[in-house]
C-alpha cells in the first residue's frame, strides 16, 4: 500500500505547511519583520484582513484536495476489496468443483446399495434402522455435494430476463407456510411495474431461498421477516431487501459472512456456502449484496440483519409483467 504512505505523508507534509504559515507569519510580523508604513495602523489592520482572509481559503483549499485524495483511495481501496473477493471465489470455484465430483460417485455407490439392502431387510428390525441412518447421513452428504456444486457453478453465464415479483411470489407460496408454522410473520411489499432483471430464475430462486433460510435460522423462536422490492435510480436497477428481527450478526463477523465456507450457525446446520453463492451470483450479473445488523445490548433496544441487493436493470429491456 505505497499509495497510502505516500498520500498520508504528502497530507502530513502539507498541514506542517500551513500551520507554519498560520503561526510563523503574524509573530514575524508583530516582531518587526514587517514594518508598518506610513499610516501604521490602517495598513497592520488591512495586512490583518488579507492574511486572515489568505489562511482561511487555504484552509478550506487544503481541506477540498485531500477530501478528493480520501475519496479516490477509498474507492481504490473497495475495488482491491472486490479483485480480491473475485480471485478468491474463482479459485475456490474450480477446487470445490473437482472435490464435489470426486465425491458424488462413491456416494451414489453407498446409497445404491443401501436402497437394495433396506429392501431386503426387515422393516422392526436392528439391521432396518442402521440402513435407515446410513441412508439419511448419506442424503446429507449429498445435499452438501449438491450445494458445492452449485458453488461450483455460479458463474454460469447471467443473460437473460426474469420477472423477479414473480419467482419471490411463487417461491413463499412454497415456503412461507413453514416460516408461519415457525412463528414466523411474513410480509412481501413488491414494486409495481418493475423492470424485469437479470438471470433466470433458478439462479434467482437460490438467491432469495438463501437469504430466506438465513433469516428463518437467525429466528428460532418466532419474529418478523419483510422482503420488498423497489425501482432505483430512475428505474436504472431495482433493490431487493430483506429484513428480520433475528438475533443478529456480531460486529467481528460482518466483513466475513461471504467467505466460502465461514459460518456462524452451529455444527451441523450449514457449511458456510449460501451466501458466498448468493454474492457470487450477484456478481456475475453486475449486482451488489450489503448486510447491515443489530445485535440487541438492552431490552428496549431493536435488532435484526438487513441484506439490501442492488441489480442493474438490463438497458432497453421491458417492464417485469
Not at 506610513?38 to 495586512?47: A, N, R, S, V
Not at 473477493?85 to 465425491?103: C, D, Y
Not at 450478526?249 to 456456502?273: S, V
Request: charged share 20%; net charge neutral.
Amino acid at each position: 500500500m505505497k499509495f497510502t504512505f505516500k498520500l498520508e505523508a504528502l497530507h502530513n507534509l502539507f498541514w506542517r505547511i500551513y500551520v507554519v504559515i498560520a503561526i510563523i507569519v503574524p509573530v514575524a510580523f508583530l516582531l518587526g519583520f514587517f514594518k508598518p508604513q506610513q499610516e501604521g495602523w490602517l495598513w497592520f489592520i488591512l495586512f490583518g484582513g488579507g492574511y486572515i482572509l489568505f489562511i482561511f481559503f487555504l484552509f478550506f483549499y487544503l481541506q477540498s484536495v485531500f477530501s478528493q485524495e480520501n475519496i479516490s483511495k477509498m474507492a481504490e481501496i473497495s475495488s482491491i476489496a472486490e479483485d480480491l473477493q473475485a480471485e478468491k471465489l474463482a479459485s475456490l470455484e474450480t477446487l470445490v468443483a473437482g472435490i464435489a465430483h470426486e465425491l458424488n460417485n462413491p456416494l451414489s455407490i453407498i446409497l445404491g446399495f443401501t436402497s437394495l439392502l433396506l429392501e431386503k431387510a426387515d422393516p422392526g428390525s436392528r439391521a432396518y434402522k442402521d440402513l435407515k441412518a446410513i441412508e439419511r447421513q448419506s442424503l446429507n452428504c449429498r445435499q452438501i455435494v449438491e450445494n458445492l456444486l452449485s458453488f461450483s457453478r455460479i458463474r454460469e453465464d447471467p443473460r437473460g430476463l426474469v420477472d423477479i415479483n414473480q419467482v419471490i411470489d411463487r417461491l413463499m407460496m412454497v415456503v412461507g407456510p413453514g416460516l408461519s408454522g415457525q412463528g414466523i410473520h411474513w410480509e412481501c411489499s413488491l414494486a409495481d411495474e418493475l423492470p424485469s432483471g437479470p438471470g433466470n430464475p433458478q439462479k434467482w430462486q437460490q438467491i432469495i431461498l438463501n437469504l430466506v433460510n438465513n433469516a428463518k435460522e437467525a429466528m428460532p423462536s418466532g419474529g418478523h421477516l419483510k422482503i420488498w422490492t423497489a425501482r432505483q435510480n430512475q428505474g436504472k436497477s431495482i433493490e431487493i431487501g430483506f429484513q428480520d428481527s433475528g438475533r443478529g450478526i456480531a460486529g467481528p463477523d460482518i466483513g466475513r459472512i461471504f467467505d466460502p465456507f465461514f459460518t456462524t450457525k452451529k455444527e451441523g446446520r450449514g457449511i458456510g456456502l449460501g451466501l458466498s453463492i448468493t454474492y457470487g451470483i450477484l456478481s456475475t450479473m453486475g449486482g451488489t449484496i450489503t448486510c447491515h445488523s443489530k445485535i440487541k445490548d438492552a431490552p428496549d433496544q431493536p435488532q435484526g440483519t438487513t441484506f439490501l441487493i442492488t441489480i442493474p436493470v438490463p438497458e432497453g429491456h421491458p417492464l417485469a409483467a
